[in-house]
């Protein structure tokens, strides 16, 4: 039995990598995710997740990195948000939708024009979770420190936001500078997770680790401590599933992790009763 849990990652290389870049991005998800459920962000995440779908497939038909076409679509979508809502009368909600369905179509569209991009497109959608590369995982632990350290800074006016808008402007913070820094840390969180997720994939770890913290805790740091665990736990659960029924990896992890959400709420609510 010890060596079904351990042997994986023992005798394989690329499995120890997988799970090292898992575990960056479950922390990453986290940090990020818990303001995304305490904001009600999930739209705009899911969104986003999808809307880098065009910038990546030209960069990958350009033979550019895929990570530089990732945070060119992030941008193109903030900014068609913001100016969508500031020079209409539609909502935000409305604007987001609007650049969801657009940017999704356009994405499939081009990479339609390629009949090779099959495999590619595949890989983008769902993530190439066991073949990570060491590089790879210490560009994620950077952009983790980097997630981490603004959201130390900036947890305060996050936190109000979170709350109420107008309780974050009277007490003196730029209400749309920050509500765009959470924005944009939204967008880096899918843009350094997409390649080991996935674009399908990514809103997955964003939203359900956070979810069963907001179920289990109500200090959002308690809550991304548990969101942290659970996406962590899900990372090294998912991959072994992977590994021994030869399944997709990133999908068996989101999954492993909306099953522990779901696991969660039914155990909260059986002990209400």
């Known amino acids: 039995m010890i060596d079904l849990l351990i042997s994986p990652f023992a005798d394989n290389a690329f499995m120890r990598h ?7 991005v479950a922390a990453i998800c986290a940090v990020v995710g818990t303001f995304v459920v305490l904001r009600g962000l999930s739209f705009v995440a ?6 880098v779908l065009p910038g990546i497939a030209v960069a990958v038909l350009a033979g550019l990195p895929a990570v530089l076409g990732a945070a060119v679509g992030a941008a193109i979508m903030m900014g068609g948000i913001g100016a969508i809502t500031r020079r209409s009368r539609l909502s935000g909600d409305t604007a987001v939708g609007l650049l969801f369905a657009g940017m999704l179509a356009l994405g499939v569209m081009i990479t339609s024009r390629s009949r090779s991009f099959t495999g590619d ?10 073949g990570v590369r060491p590089a790879e995982v210490a560009a994620l632990g950077a952009v983790a420190l980097a997630v981490g350290l603004i959201a130390y ?12 808008p107008d309780v974050a402007a009277t007490s003196g913070f730029p209400v749309r500078r920050f509500e765009n820094l959470l924005l944009g840390l939204v967008a880096l ?20 680790p956070a979810a069963t913290g907001a179920l289990v805790a109500r200090r959002p740091a308690t809550m991304m401590a548990v969101a942290a665990a659970v996406g962590g736990v899900s990372m090294y659960v998912g991959l072994l599933v992977s590994y ?23 155990i909260r609510n059986w002990r209400w009763r």
């Not at 997988?18 to 960056?24: D, F, K, M, Q, Y």
């Not at 899911?46 to 809307?51: V, W």
């Not at 800074?153 to 109420?164: A, E, G, H, N």
């Not at 021994?244 to 039914?266: E, I, K, P, R, W």
Request: glycine fraction near 8%.
């Open 121 to 130: 497109l595949t890989r983008l959608l769902f993530g190439e979770l066991l």
């Open 46 to 51: 899911d969104a986003l997740a999808h809307g």
């Open 18 to 24: 997988s799970l090292g870049a898992g575990l960056i």
């Open 244 to 266: 021994h029924a030869n399944l997709a990896a990133g999908a068996s992890v989101v999954t492993v992790s909306v099953a522990a959400f779901l696991v969660t709420l039914v």
């Open 153 to 164: 800074v900036c947890r305060r006016p996050f936190l109000l936001l979170s709350v109420d």
């Open 189 to 208: 969180a899918v843009v350094a997770s997409f390649a080991v997720a996935g674009t399908l994939l990514v809103f997955g770890m964003l939203v359900a």
